[in-house]
């Protein structure tokens, strides 16, 4: 009846050995999650104060960073958003690092793999912003040189070149996520492939005789002779 | 019937013989197709509730010619807003309504108001530009009316006189004023017949002919909240938030175009709608704010186009009015009798001391504050600051309107 016993409690004694062992860990995840989400809310306060003292709010609204998240149907204060991006990343890495804590053997591989993915993540969203920011100044310079040049399709143009600068550079960021890399970079060649062989085809096509008569006026005709000077030079 | 008399520096529509409704309407319709017209109505949510607002669209869905519509609602909850687009429903031209209180159109306020534009408080000026401004962002019509929305004689004739003389090619006018005789059994109108006309020409006598007040009595009812006008007009008008809305509205016309190019409309032979209480002793509400606004709007217009206001000038103004609005009060007297309609003198002269200090509080805050309430900033400037803005506005009232 003993030995009986025994087996019977031998189990739940080790349950229990193992479990208070665990309670430290356990007690430290959930410190660091305490911690790290009262950390995150502050300095998500002191973030949007600096923003608001810096008038990130309203350089947003000028750099068009304001109507990109309109666009998305997000109707908060520039600031407030990235103030809430930073909060929930900061969440994230406390939960990382808690769940670090537990000494759990798969969940550590997973903690490892999410830091060593950080800085993609990081570099993705410089990228991404300045990619914005590059294709918003090429697209409207191209929009001003255009329209001054006197042609009627300026604005089409320039939101032609937006679109395929946002496609160059959304194939960046992927690329840089390492999300499906293969497909993406496939894809972008085709496409962009696609649209230089169309514009290469279309010039060919429609544009041969001008051509034609360009290189020929060129390097067939002798330049014509200069009129004589009506103004005597001393 | 009126008289064809062309009085003042612009031109007077006026309304003679029997007026087809039919005929205006089919040409307003050919001219639509070049020049498409817009409706804007400024509206509380409480004028849903009064009989006003169901009768006039009832009369606007039979208008066939308006390209769209443009409602800015005030002080409507999500429930309230829901309702309003089903009442608006059974109108046949698109129809777009701006929900000043709702999260999205918030942030726009928000978002000019950390761009140093503010937009004031709210109001029938905020609604108006706001209006304006999403009917620029569309691009969509090239003539903007707009009329209020608590007139309970509204018939769709008003609207079509009002659209006609702006969106007919022939006839070169940015800007039409509405005008109507405010009479029941009784004169109403007081502070236009009691107020405005012998103010401008009290000051006419005393600061000698200026072009801004030559302008303003040229206009049979400068305080009408009826008017049409080109889309570029609305592009570069500024707009006064506050009562002097109607007279400041006319300054900027003045200011931007030649006389030449405003004329003013007979668009009804009756016209009712809310009356304002005259609240002599508070000069916060009623028609003794309206009164004050009115009068400082005229003063600062005047000033910056060079006028000098000195102590003995305002002065002189205070005698001068009550000699012209007691002559006025004596005419209207006579015309009351003529036609056989209530006239209380008592009341009336009521009004006229009570409009007298007005003027006299307006004078006092234009001496300790010459500049005033800024204007509503015209869109051109508000592009200039935030090149998004149109795009933002436009997305913030498409997905309400979802």
Known sequence: MRDFLNLMLEPLQEVFAKFMAFVPNLLAMLVILLAGVLLAKLLRVLLVKFLLAIKFDSWSDRMGFTTLMRKGDLWLKPSAVLGGIVFWILVIVTLMAGLGALNVAAIDTLVVQFFSYLPRVFSAAVILAIGYLFTSFISRAVLIAVANSGYHYARLLAEAIRVLLMLMILAMVMEQLQIATNIVLAAFSILFGGIVIALAIAFGVGGIDTARRVVEQKFSEAPPEKAPDDIEHL | ?402
């Open chain 2, 1 to 402: 019937m009126s008289d064809f008399f062309q009085s003042g520096i612009i031109t007077t529509l006026h309304q003679l013989g029997q007026p087809s409704l039919e005929r205006l309407e089919s040409e307003l319709l050919g001219f639509a197709k070049t020049r498409p017209i817009a409706l804007v109505l400024p509206a509380l949510y409480s004028e849903f509730e009064r009989p006003a607002m169901p009768g006039i669209v009832q009369e606007l869905t039979k208008v066939k010619y308006l390209n769209e519509v443009v409602l800015a609602l005030d002080q409507a909850t999500e429930a309230d807003f829901k309702r309003v687009r089903e009442t608006m429903a059974p109108i046949q031209a698109e129809v777009k309504i701006i929900h000043n209180k709702g999260k999205r159109v918030s942030e726009v306020y928000e978002t000019l108001r950390r761009n140093g534009l503010d937009a004031g408080p709210q109001g029938k000026g905020r609604s108006a530009w706001l209006s304006y401004g999403y009917v620029l962002a569309r691009g969509k019509s090239d003539v903007i009316a707009l009329h209020d929305c608590d007139i309970l004689t509204y018939n769709r004739i008003l609207l079509a006189r009002l659209c006609y003389p702006i969106a007919s090619p022939t006839l070169n006018y940015v800007f039409c004023k509405g005008y109507y005789s405010r009479v029941t059994d009784k004169m109403n109108g007081r502070v236009t017949r009691l107020l405005v006309t012998p103010l401008v020409r009290s000051l006419q006598q005393l600061a000698g002919q200026h072009g801004f007040l030559a302008f303003l009595d040229s206009f049979r009812y400068p305080l009408a909240g009826e008017f049409s006008m080109s889309a570029d007009l609305a592009r570069i008008n500024r707009i006064p938030s506050d009562w002097g809305l109607e007279v400041g509205s006319l300054a900027e016309v003045y200011r931007n175009y030649s006389p030449h190019r405003v004329c003013q409309v007979d668009i009804a032979t009756t016209y009712e709608h809310k009356h304002q209480i005259l609240s002599a002793e508070d000069a916060e509400k009623g028609l003794m704010k309206m009164a004050v606004d009115i009068c400082k709007s005229i003063f600062r217009t005047l000033a910056s186009d060079g006028v000098v206001f000195s102590d003995g000038l305002f002065r002189s103004l205070s005698a001068t009015y009550l000699r012209q609005a007691e002559d006025t009060l004596l005419k209207y007297e006579s015309d009351a009798m003529i036609n056989g309609l209530a006239f209380d003198r008592h009341e009336e002269a009521k009004a006229v001391e009570a409009f007298t200090r007005a003027i006299a509080m307006a004078a006092q805050a234009f001496v300790e504050n010459p500049m005033g309430t800024p204007l509503i900033p015209n869109w051109n400037r508000v592009r200039a600051a935030i090149p998004d803005i149109f795009e933002m506005l436009k997305l913030a009232v498409d997905e309400d309107n979802k």
